[in-house]
T-cell receptor, first 113, second 109 residues
Framework: SAVISQKPSRDICQRGTSLTIQCQVDSQVTMMFWYRQQPGQSLTLIATANQGSEATYESGFVIDKFPISRPNLTFSTLTVSNMSPEDSSIYLC??????????FGPGTRLTVL | QKEVEQDPGPLSVPEGAIVSLNCTYSNSAFQYFMWYRQYSRKGPELLMYTYSSGNKEDGRFTAQVDKSSKYISLFIRDSQPSDSATYLCAMWAGNMLTFGGGTRLMVKP
């Protein structure tokens, strides 16, 4: 399986600011995803990061709030914009294989004050 | 009703016990079934991946899928304190992975 790293691992941010989370994979992958895991909850898919085109967002998530970049097959960023305390969560990137398995990064723990 | 239901626990067992973790689902389109283990403050780790109904074994872990009942299970034999984690079931249909809420397991020495 691919080795996935995320930066930062954690951050504490002020309300109204933005944070960009980076996801780096050690090999080229076709499919990359961004998830949110709120405290004590399961994972919710935010969007699929498409290389060379706009991300595909799930219901309840919009590009203005969560802009995503995917400049190549090993890297993606997720920005959490105009943050509020409700955005406090763990943000996870994952990569997919041809057999629909997904492998996750270690996550970014975000606290918004 | 959620598409994937999973008892949140916590489930507390003594070391050496056989653990049974379960999920039910409502969407007949789910074709691929996975179990993830998530330790505190870590990302989910893929444990088992199955496609068809039946059993799949990997060491102390056995994944079981019953598509007719829309029911999947993960069995852990000879449970160890290091198995203490949250276990998430996940199911794939089309282009999306849907997760259960996770079951927190505690294995006591």
């Amino acid at each position: 399986s691919a080795v996935i790293s995320q930066k930062p691992s954690r951050d504490i941010c002020q309300r109204g600011t933005s944070l960009t989370i980076q996801c780096q994979v050690d090999s080229q992958v076709t499919m990359m995803f961004w998830y949110r895991q709120q405290p004590g909850q399961s994972l919710t898919l935010i969007a699929t990061a498409n290389q060379g085109s706009e991300a595909t967002y799930e219901s309840g998530f919009v590009i203005d709030k969560f802009p995503i970049s995917r400049p190549n097959l090993t890297f993606s960023t997720l920005t959490v914009s105009n943050m509020s305390p409700e955005d406090s969560s763990i943000y996870l990137c994952s990569v997919g294989s041809g057999t629909n398995e997904q492998f996750f990064g270690p996550g970014t723990r975000l606290t918004v004050l | 009703q959620k598409e994937v239901e999973q008892d949140p626990g916590p489930l507390s067992v003594p070391e050496g016990a056989i653990v049974s973790l379960n999920c039910t689902y409502s969407n007949s389109a789910f074709q691929y079934f996975m179990w993830y283990r998530q330790y505190s403050r870590k990302g989910p780790e893929l444990l088992m991946y199955t496609y068809s109904s039946g059993n799949k074994e990997d060491g102390r872990f056995t994944a079981q899928v019953d598509k007719s009942s829309k029911y999947i299970s993960l069995f852990i034999r000879d449970s160890q304190p290091s198995d203490s984690a949250t276990y998430l079931c996940a199911m794939w249909a089309g282009n999306m992975l849907t997760f259960g809420g996770g079951t927190r397991l505690m294995v006591k020495p």
